[in-house]
């Protein structure tokens, strides 16, 4: 029996799943564990691109989009794990995080579940990392604004629960799905994800499941990347009717006991900020339209950062895509400090992406980079020399 299962749901996003298996390669040299690819009927070739070059992968091809819980659940019953862990395909985990978090949780035997520390591209950990129930007040304070103006108040800001520390375990009540860390007994015990949620409201399903089944829920100060939605678009209709359905799914569930006096405010809150949205969206798409797209944004700056062979390819590849770029040389040896140690060009309001070459720097070691310092404008980008690829949080370079 393996001590770890890894369970990645792909839909239409070949390049980023790759990236993130290239992490899982490193990181499970100190792990034993099995990794599930579930596709849900992607329209992208994922199987055909994926399967070749990943042999040490069990790949489940979905003749349907089943869902993010569905999808889930089928690899679940077919592991047989002590731990399991879902992760989200657009995300990359550094060298060392799975063995401490496997660790972590030997350590800490009421853990039923465990989330990482999940940064953003430009550095900063995400608010998602950490996260309260959405009881009714806890829902009101989000959809009021009362949690974004209050961040680090107990009560207000309890939904990303600020006033935690990032550099220490913590107790938490929500696992984010994009890397929660499930023991199985819990999992025995509770049941597995509720596939009444298509896509998003399962993980706060779930560890709401395992805090009332006597377990506890942590955050770990351990790092991956996030690109935060690569695998969804997050400006559709279908997007808002699927998050809040999932809401109220998740309402009528666990407070259908709660009083009127609450409940109403509640729900007409959540089709209140559903209807914000579809508005924004319409509003969005009838300037496009019009030709009224507002200021047009200026193309982003480049900066490479790798081995002198990688350079060489990338300055190539720039070149033909016509991108605006510079290249420097280095890796972890001659370079440690990687972008925090050059100069940083006037990019004159520019957005700026660092491109580390993968096979000149750790995951470990980009992710600490971008979060010692962070520089207004400047994300992390990656490239990869063996399949000329140049990914970001917008868009597949290659």
């Known amino acids: 029996m393996n001590k770890l299962t890894i369970v990645i749901v792909n839909y239409n996003v070949k390049h980023y ?17 099995f990794v599930f690819v579930v596709d849900n009927h992607s329209s992208d070739g994922s199987i055909a691109y994926l399967k070749p070059h990943f042999h040490w992968v069990q790949f489940i091809e979905s003749n349907h989009n089943l869902g993010f819980a569905r999808a889930n659940n089928i690899a679940i019953r077919q592991s047989e794990s002590e731990y399991v862990l ?7 985990v550094a060298e060392h995080t799975l063995a401490e978090a496997v660790a972590f949780m030997d350590a800490h035997p009421k853990a039923g579940a465990a989330a990482a520390r999940m940064l953003k591209t430009d550095g ?33 800001g309890h939904y990303y629960m600020g006033w935690l520390p990032w550099d220490t375990p913590s107790q938490i009540e929500v696992v984010s799905g994009a890397f929660c860390l499930l023991r199985r007994k819990a999992l025995d015990e ?10 998003y409201g ?40 699927v998050f809040y359905d999932a809401m109220l799914i998740f309402f009528r569930k666990h407070y259908a006991h709660a009083s009127l006096l609450i409940s109403i405010p509640i729900k007409a809150a959540i089709y209140m900020k559903a209807l914000s949205e579809l508005v924004k969206m319409q509003v969005a ?7 009224l797209r507002g200021r047009k944004r200026p193309t982003p700056y480049y900066i490479f950062i790798g081995q002198k062979a990688a350079l060489e390819h990338a300055k190539a590849l720039s070149q033909a895509k016509g991108l605006d770029a510079t290249f420097i040389e280095g890796d972890e040896t001659t370079l440690p400090n990687g972008h925090q140690g050059i100069d940083m060009p006037t990019t004159d309001g520019k957005k700026t992406y660092i ?39 917008e868009e597949i370079i290659r």
């Open 86 to 92: 879902l992760l989200n395909p657009d995300t990359i």
């Open 124 to 156: 900063t950990p995400a608010r998602e990392s950490r996260r309260g129930l959405p009881t009714p007040w806890v829902a009101f304070y989000k959809m009021t604004g009362l949690c974004n103006r209050y961040p680090n108040n107990r009560r207000f």
């Open 355 to 393: 491109v580390y070459d993968i096979h000149a720097y750790s995951f470990t070691q980009i992710f600490e980079l971008f979060s010692a310092r962070q520089h207004d404008g400047v994300t992390l980008a990656t490239y990869n020399d063996h399949t000329k690829t140049i990914i970001t949080e």
């Open 202 to 241: 399962e993980d706060i399903d779930l560890s709401y499941r395992i805090l009332k089944g006597g377990y506890e829920n942590w955050y770990m100060p351990l790092s991956i990347l996030h690109y935060k939605g690569e695998s969804t678009q997050k400006s559709s209709f279908r997007y808002v009717h």
């Open 190 to 199: 509770v049941g597995l994800l509720d596939e009444d949620f298509f896509m």
């Open 17 to 33: 799943v790759e990236q993130c298996l290239l992490s899982l390669e490193r990181a499970l040299k100190e792990v034993d564990a």
């Open 285 to 291: 798409k009838a300037k496009k339209a019009l030709g």
